[in-house]
């Protein structure tokens, strides 16, 4: 399956990695190398510890690169009255009577507690592309959907402070 990302996610990832290559993995040699001069392997928590971080520093840099060479690049750009990526939507739920604010993004930089929604989640799938007023149904599953309706569209927050997200 590929991950739809944008030239900025590609970006950073790569920066990332270079980061990860450059720094990290240099400072969690040395750690290696320290812990394991204090003496005894089997009882060495500290040498298991330098080693867990050494390993999760790989394992990441092998994730991202994974996911650049497997990324379909999309574009970030949308027509002023529709929802886009990068975009904040204001969303009226009426089962709920609840309004929410939520910022379109791609997998990589999704976070629901944060309020940043996924293009590829039910309701970032829903919303996308429908301009203000538009009332969507958002289909969670076979058996389960909502309706939302758009209340507003703001273009002028930018993508490039969100981070990415972890594993």
Do not use: C, W
Not at 15 to 21: H, L, P, S, T
Not at 84 to 92: A, F, K, Q, S
């Amino acid at each position: 399956m590929f991950d739809n990302l944008t030239k900025s996610d590609i970006e950073k990832m790569q920066e990332e990695i270079e980061y990860r290559k450059l720094v990290v993995r240099k400072e969690a040699l040395e750690a290696v190398k320290e812990a394991r001069a204090h003496g005894d392997l089997s009882e060495n928590f500290e040498y298991k510890a330098a080693k867990q971080d050494k390993n999760r520093n790989e394992s990441r840099i092998r994730y991202l690169e994974k996911m650049i060479k497997t990324a379909r690049i999309i574009s970030d750009e949308s027509k002023d009255n529709e929802v886009g990526l990068g975009d904040t939507v204001e969303i009226y739920i009426p089962d709920d009577d609840e309004t929410e604010r939520y910022k379109l993004v791609t997998t990589v930089r999704g976070n629901s507690l944060q309020g940043l929604i996924s293009i590829d989640s039910p309701l970032g799938k829903a919303i996308r592309r429908h301009k203000v007023g538009d009332r969507v149904h958002v289909n969670v599953d076979d058996r389960f959907g909502y309706d939302v309706e758009i209340r507003s569209i703001d273009k002028s927050t930018g993508g490039e402070d969100d981070k990415l997200r972890s594993f």
